[in-house]
């Protein structure tokens, strides 16, 4: 065992996948320069020292260049992670996201794979607009592309390798006050979530959702840093006589629907939590569907806390009103008992 | 220089000095906590806005990148509604909305910094394509860093800016590295200028610590463009003295080269090329320093003095 943070535990995972398949490597910008960074959030720092220049390869600042890149070496047999500095960088690099990385093998009838891997850090963290956002719902709503959000660094050593290891393009969706609370590059309001990593090899299937805390009045179903805020707000109402059950899904494609339906089937009450804002967001079909499948279990509406439908604002008082809180799940939580 | 008159060039260096009292003085207040997120600074690269920046009009525009506290100085956002703004404050001229990234004033022709690397580059020509239309006579700057060069939109933008003539005027600041990324390792032609050719308009490198020399190519870039003869590239060598960001100990960096750009301060440069013209004396330049020195003291007393913004102020100001 050995205690890791988030961005500790993604480096061990990339670092296994790569010794133990030379087909894979990793490609972004300002992830493998000696004396660098190792990417945005330290994810990569050190592993150009043991794997070299070649395989953790550092690009001009290209997105769209270098994803489209990405998937052509995965579709030529390689096995690319790929580094988005911060989510909204992703933009730049929307049409090979969605044009080929989801559809080549769709539009190949089946007979091209692209095993690639696309991690993107998110979250708002005091920097504005550009800096800031939860980009899951955009790519959620893509067919072809296989969504990963760990919240722990458990997870996230697990999920990474099994994203590795899989056939299909994943994007792994990280938060950056997540990765660690030590060092010169951790964010303002970074948590500490370090954790005991076994030294054995494991993998964590996707689909496969996770119970935080068992409850049997209401089910909060959320990912990433609302998790926390989530079982906080479960403490609180703990406290209250109220009992809170709260669902990590893990991956949102594929999502663990069983796990979700069997406990609003015991509950009544759904609550979903997300960083991202409320249209459209990933929160509206998590929420559709057990509307369509379970409505006759469920005792009160199904309720979203998410940010408001705005950029994210920079100045601290505005984007803490802007980020959900255990505070405004609390809230919401009361208006449904 | 002969021909630039004297009330120019010290204006220029009023410039520099302004932008490098402002942000030595936000370095600090980073350091003592007043500011949120992250800073990017411009120490070292002042002669490059201070040089374009002085052949334009209150009606002339420019785009800004993720390091843009020189710019807005440069163009004329008010120091103190600029710190305000860096502290997030509600009197800043983004109303704490936008913070360090995003730093600007359309009043004084400065939208919203944009910190999208590259993503001013098709702004600017579409502010030049729309005074293009209006038949108006104002020109847009495009400020930008090297790293910005090998993104797809800069070249379908100079495409399309030469295609249509556009007053617009491309100014790459090449400091040698994008975040921890070394020229060398990003370009296979470090000669930037020469891609100008590949869009049938002119590319100019000059030294971008020579604020003079600055002036002058920008002038004639910034007069082509006004005079309907379309856009031009013109890339400043130049070198930012600190990190890219808030906690880079540039260690990726080969050791003694900031202290040989040290050498080639461009303050040190402008204020000698003024005192051997004699037309500032040493207690001219001291006297100057201090007027900076003070008015930014202001400004964060002003910063520190005005209010935060309410919670709720947050749903304001997204439809118009
Ligand atoms: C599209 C995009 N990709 C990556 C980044 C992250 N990033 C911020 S600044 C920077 C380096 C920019 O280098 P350059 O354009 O030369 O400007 P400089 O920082 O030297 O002023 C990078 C990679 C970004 N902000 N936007």
Redesign the pocket.
Known sequence: MKKMSIAEALREAIREEMVRDERVFCIG??IGITGGFGG?FTVTLGLSDQFGHERILDTP?S?SGFIGIAIGAAMAGMRPIAD???G??AF?AMDQLVNNMSKLRYMSGGKVKLPMVVRVPVGATRRGA??AQSIESYFFHVPGIKIACPSTAYDAKGLLKTAVRDDNPVMVFEHKKLYGAKGARKVEGAMDVEQEIPDEEYLIPFGKAEVKKEGKDVTIVATLRMVYESLAAAAVLEKEGISAEVIDPRTLIPFDWECVMDSVKKTGRLLIVHEDNYTGGWGAEIAASVAEKAFDYLDAPIKRVCAPDIPVPYSPPMEDFYIPSAEKIVKAIKEII | MENIPRDKLLGIYECMLRIREFENKIYYLFIDGFIPGTI?LYQG?EAVAAGVCANLRKDDVITS???PHGHAIAKGVPSGSLMAEIFGKSTGCCKGKGGSMHVGDIDVGMPPAI?????GIPVAAGMALAFKFQKKNSVAVSF??????N?GVFHETLNMASLWNLPVVYIC???L???S?HIEKAFKITDIAKRADAYGMPGRTVDGNDAVAVYSAAKEAVEQARAGKGPSLLVCNTY?HGG??RGDACTYRPKGEKEEWLKKDPLIIMENMLLEAKLLSADGIKAMKEKAEQEMIEASEFAKASPLPAPEQALEDLWA
């Open positions: 910008e300002d945005a600042i997105e988005f500095e911060y909204d960088f730049c550009q800096h | 990017h690269q990148t993720h390091r910190a999208i690397v590259a993503g930008f860093g090297e790293g910005a060069t993104e600041e090449n400091n590295y994008a975040a990324t930012r890219h960001s």
